[in-house]
């Protein structure tokens, strides 16, 4: 079982930053990808940012150059470093961590989510 918990919301002007964490307890595995997702309201929830166990990263075209991915030396600690925020950025942001078997089964962990709100 894993635990996530986000914290470092909030609200912010527009072009501003803020950085998410997401401190996990419990067994990561070897082979894991650990993500940020969002969703808006009135809207379904998108994958903002990905890392994997072997450091590939993938970005929402919309956050590309503007947020960053990064885990601790542990992988324990996920972060979302958010620069140059902006209106549309509001949400309500998620951890989230899959832990892959050889198999290729994986077990998803969610976090509660953490508000970010960006105003003009």
């Known amino acids: 079982q894993v635990q996530l918990a986000e914290s470092g919301g909030g609200s912010v002007q527009a072009g501003g930053s803020l950085r998410l964490s997401c401190a996990t307890s419990?067994?990561?595995?070897?082979?894991?990808?650990m993500a940020w997702y969002r969703r808006a309201p009135g809207k379904q929830r998108e994958l903002v940012a990905r890392?994997?166990?072997?450091?590939?990263?993938d970005y929402l075209d919309s956050v590309q150059g503007r947020f960053t991915i990064s885990r601790d030396n542990t992988g324990k600690t996920l972060y979302l470093q958010m620069n140059y925020l902006k209106p549309e950025d509001t949400a309500v942001y998620y951890c989230?961590?899959?832990?892959?078997?050889?198999?290729?089964?994986?077990?998803?962990?969610w976090g509660q989510g953490t508000q970010v709100t960006v105003y003009s």
């Open positions: 890392i994997t166990n072997t450091d590939r990263i």
């Open positions: 419990g067994h990561i595995f070897s082979s894991n990808v």
């Open positions: 989230n961590v899959n832990n892959y078997f050889y198999t290729g089964a994986h077990y998803d962990y």
